[in-house]
């Protein structure tokens, strides 16, 4: 089984910063992508930004600019670093993570999700 644990998240004002971390633990032969979701209330859920275990990265329109994310690939985490957060930017951050397991099956697991709260 792989886990992931998502830290960071919190209430802060327009205009400020939040930093989230992402932990992947369990039975890990690799970590593909790792990536950032998030869902507002009445909203589909939506990606954020997207890291490959090579450093390539992806981020939605909305956040380009804004947003940072990065990894950790010898501590199989990730962070993503906000800035100039928005109220638009509320919601339910989740990461998730893909890759291959230590058996060499597919896996995609997802946290439990972290609360941003921009308030304006």
């Known amino acids: 089984q792989v886990q992931l644990v998502e830290s960071g998240g919190g209430l802060v004002q327009a205009g400020g910063s939040l930093r989230l971390s992402c932990a992947v633990s369990g039975r890990i032969f690799s970590i593909r992508a790792m990536t950032w979701y998030r869902q507002a209330p009445g909203k589909q859920r939506e990606l954020v930004a997207n890291?490959?275990?090579?450093?390539?990265?992806n981020y939605a329109d909305s956040v380009k600019g804004r947003f940072t994310i990065s990894r950790d690939n010898a501590k199989n985490t990730n962070n993503l670093q906000m800035n100039s957060l928005k109220p638009e930017d509320t919601g339910v951050y989740y990461c998730s993570a893909e890759g291959r397991d230590s058996d060499y099956v597919l896996y995609e697991s997802w946290g439990q999700g972290t609360q941003v709260t921009v308030s304006s």
């Open positions: 890291i490959t275990s090579g450093g390539s990265t």
